[in-house]
């Protein structure tokens, strides 16, 4: 075998190496609790996809005459939509409904974390959600914490919002694996968020810690400056901050996609 070959096998095996690291820290994917899981009241448990089944948690606002607008909420790369059944449930009595979608690989659902897969479920989530009875297909809006922040961008790239949350979220993984002293060209999952918000045309609020350490604040200013809007700097750090519906809750109102 020559030895351009050979030096081509060792760089590939490293580089498969890499990427099998990378994911395994940008998705530790928590196992799904012991049994069925509870639902919240008025909450539907759908499967998205075709081939491995992604799980997701539609929570119905009361019944209301108009149609209604919908959050899909996208989490941190720890979590699992179970985690967020509860505390999203109140919200749905606002008028609101809220759509939780998991991760490939996470909990109950098929499949293998990655941007791609990710995306695919995302998409999978949105043409879901606008075919369901009383939603306004044009009152959609993406909410993505931490590493849900790249499923909502992915999102929007793709599929018309009427609006975005990010909260505490990443310009880019790129960016934060230079901040590691990993190699950047090597991230196999980059989520550039900060290239979608430049993109974007739709209303965006941008929340982040004051004293995030995982994250640093300086992710949320640059997203918020590309998006040119106001950072709301929230007093905590990143997996302490309180529900952030009490700032998300105005943004929606103020842009007509909820009940005063």
């Known amino acids: 075998m020559g030895t351009a070959i050979v030096f081509l096998l060792i760089v590939a095996s490293l580089f498969a190496l890499a990427c099998g690291m990378q994911r395994q820290a940008l998705y530790p994917a928590p196992p799904a609790p012991p049994g069925e899981p509870t639902l919240p009241p008025r909450a539907e448990r759908v499967w998205l996809g075709d081939d491995d089944l992604t799980e997701a ?6 019944s209301r005459e108009n ?3 919908v959050l899909i909420f996208t989490h941190g790369n720890g979590e699992l939509i ?7 449930a109140n919200v749905t009595q606002r008028g609101v409904g809220v759509l939780l979608v998991e ?3 996470y909990g109950r659902s098929g499949g293998s974390p990655g941007q791609k897969s990710i995306t695919r479920t995302m998409l999978h989530a949105y043409d879901f959600i606008v075919d369901q009875p009383g939603v306004d297909p044009d009152a959609i809006v993406a909410h993505g914490r931490s590493l849900g922040g790249g499923a909502a961008c992915a999102l929007a790239l793709e599929r018309p919002l009427a609006a975005m949350v990010l909260e505490s979220s990443f310009t880019s993984v790129r960016a934060m694996a230079s901040r590691l002293g990993f190699p950047g060209f090597l991230v196999v999952d980059p989520f550039d968020n900060l290239t979608a918000v430049s993109e974007l045309d739709i209303p965006i609020l941008v929340l982040h810690g004051a004293h995030d350490e995982i994250i640093p604040v300086e992710h949320g200013e640059a997203l918020a400056a590309a998006a040119e809007t106001e950072l709301i700097r929230m007093p905590c750090g990143h997996n302490d901050c309180p529900f952030s519906w009490p700032w998300v809750e105005p943004f929606l109102a103020d842009h007509g996609l909820l009940d005063r």
Do not use: A, E
């Open 82 to 88: 179970d985690h967020w059944g509860p505390v999203w």
């Open 57 to 62: 948690w539609f929570l119905r606002p009361p």
């Open 103 to 105: 991760y490939p690989g």
């Open 67 to 69: 149609r209604f607008s």
